[in-house]
C-alpha cells in the first residue's frame, strides 16, 4: 500500500536497477546537508489554532500570474529518462492534472519542443549557462519561442558537486551495465522493458550542439561520466554580469534558483529578477550547508516582499510545505518525490506522489486551525529554540 512518499521511495528503490536509484536518491560527500534538510524540518513544531471554521481549505495560490491549484512547483531534474522512458513528458502531465507547475531542465532527456507539444501547459525552463555561451543564449530563445512562462536560472553549480554513490556505481551518460550491477539490473525487468524503447539516453537539447554524448562519442556504447561532462560543459566564470545580461533577453519571469544568503538574495532584487529559490540543490552540491528551511526566514526578511521566494530542500510531507509557506516562502520545489513516483509507478506515480503531497497540505491545514495559504505566517510554528 501506499499512502506516503517513503512508500514511494522504497517502491522505486525496489523497481530501479542501484545505479539508477542512488542518482535520485543519493547527495554529495557524506550527505550531511541531505540529512540536515529533513532534520531541521523535524524540529519545527506546528502551534495549533482551535474554534476555527475550516470546513473549506484552499491551498491554491498564484505566483507570476500563474494560479497553482496547490502550491507545487516540480523541480528541474536532469535525466529524468533515467527512472521511466520520456519522464519529463510524463511529469509534465502529471504537474498539468494535478494542478501544480512542472520545470524543464537544460538537461533533460526530451527537448524543450517536445515537452511543449506533448505535454502542452504553462511550464517554466531551467537554464544552466555553459562555456558555449551561443548555445545559452539558444536555449533561453527555444523556451521562449516554444512558450514556457519562466526561467529558472541555477547558480549553484559552477562545478559538480562530489556524489559518491554515483562514482561508486559508475554513474554515465547512458547507463551502463557493469559485471557489478548486472544482476541487479537484470532483476529490474519493468525498468529494462521501458528503457528498450530508447535506450540510448541523451541530452536532449543539446543534439545539434556538437556536446550532446552522442555528438561527442558517435561510438555506439561509449559511455560519459556525469561529473566530468558537467565540468566540461557549465561556465564557471558566471557572475552577476551574466544575470544582468540574461535579464534583457529574457522578457517573461526570471528566477534564480540556489541563493542561501541574505546577501546574495537583496543583490538579486537589484538585478531586477521576479523570484528566488532558497535552496541547497537538495544536498548534492556543497556538503555541510545548514538546510534550505534553515536559512529561509533570514533570506525573507532580507527581501522584504520585492520579490517571490520559493522553496526547495528537503520536503516529503504535506506539512513540510505548511511549514515552508509559514516561514514565508510563496510556493515549494519538489524533486525527489515526483522522481520516486515516476520510478514506482510511471505518470500514475508522479501523480500519486502530488496528490499524497496535496492531501497532507490538506489536512495539516484543517487540523491546524489555518484554512487558507494567506492565513499562514510564523506564529503558526513554534521555533526550534522556543519551548
Known amino acids: 500500500m501506499i499512502i506516503t512518499i517513503e512508500d514511494l521511495r522504497k517502491r522505486a528503490r525496489r523497481r530501479l536497477p542501484r545505479a539508477v536509484f542512488d542518482y535520485i536518491d543519493g547527495a554529495a560527500e557524506d550527505e550531511l546537508t541531505a540529512r ?31 494560479r497553482l491549484e496547490t502550491p507545487l512547483i516540480l523541480a528541474p531534474t536532469g535525466l529524468c529518462g533515467m527512472a521511466t522512458n520520456r519522464g519529463e ?14 520545470t524543464l531542465s537544460s538537461m533533460s532527456a526530451v527537448s524543450i519542443e517536445d515537452v511543449a507539444h506533448e505535454a502542452p501547459g504553462p511550464h517554466w525552463f531551467q537554464l544552466y549557462v555553459w562555456r558555449n555561451r551561443e548555445l545559452t543564449r539558444a536555449l533561453v530563445e527555444r523556451a521562449q519561442a516554444a512558450g514556457y512562462r519562466a526561467l529558472m536560472l541555477t547558480v549553484d553549480v559552477p562545478i559538480a558537486g562530489q556524489r559518491e554513490r554515483d562514482l561508486r556505481n559508475g554513474a554515465t551518460i547512458p547507463p551502463r551495465i557493469t559485471i557489478r550491477n548486472a544482476l541487479d539490473s537484470a532483476m529490474k525487468l519493468g525498468w529494462l522493458l521501458r528503457m528498450a524503447r530508447d535506450p540510448w539516453i541523451d541530452f536532449a537539447n543539446l543534439k545539434d550542439s556538437g556536446i550532446g554524448v552522442r555528438q561527442a562519442h558517435p561510438e555506439r556504447g561509449k559511455r560519459v561520466a556525469l561529473g566530468s561532462y558537467v565540468n566540461a560543459q557549465f561556465d564557471p566564470t558566471l557572475d552577476w554580469d551574466d544575470l544582468a545580461e540574461l535579464r534583457k533577453q529574457w522578457t517573461g519571469p526570471l528566477i534564480v534558483k540556489g541563493i542561501m544568503s541574505s546577501a546574495d538574495a537583496r543583490r538579486a532584487v537589484d538585478y531586477g529578477v521576479e523570484g528566488i529559490v532558497v535552496s541547497n540543490h537538495g544536498g548534492r552540491q556543497l556538503d555541510s550547508l545548514p538546510a534550505s528551511i534553515e536559512v529561509l526566514p533570514e533570506i525573507v526578511d532580507a527581501v522584504g516582499g520585492q520579490l517571490d521566494v520559493l522553496f526547495d530542500g528537503g520536503i516529503r510531507r504535506g506539512s513540510d510545505v505548511v511549514k515552508a509557506i509559514a516561514l514565508g516562502a510563496r510556493a515549494c520545489l519538489i524533486g525527489r518525490p515526483y522522481l ?13 506522489a502530488i496528490s499524497i503531497l496535496r492531501a497532507e497540505i490538506a489536512r495539516t491545514l484543517a487540523l491546524l486551525g489555518r484554512p487558507t495559504l494567506s492565513s499562514l505566517d510564523r506564529s503558526a510554528l513554534r521555533m526550534p529554540n522556543e519551548r
Do not use: C, H, K, W
Open 340 to 352: 520516486y513516483g515516476l520510478g514506482a509507478a510511471g505518470q500514475a506515480g508522479a501523480e500519486m
Open 36 to 66: 540536515r534538510n529533513r532534520e531541521y524540518f523535524q524540529r519545527l513544531l506546528f502551534d495549533p489554532r482551535a474554534l476555527v471554521d475550516v470546513s473549506r481549505i484552499d491551498q491554491s495560490t498564484t505566483i507570476f500570474g500563474q
Open 89 to 102: 513528458v510524463l511529469a509534465a502531465r502529471a504537474a498539468i492534472r494535478t494542478g501544480s507547475a512542472f
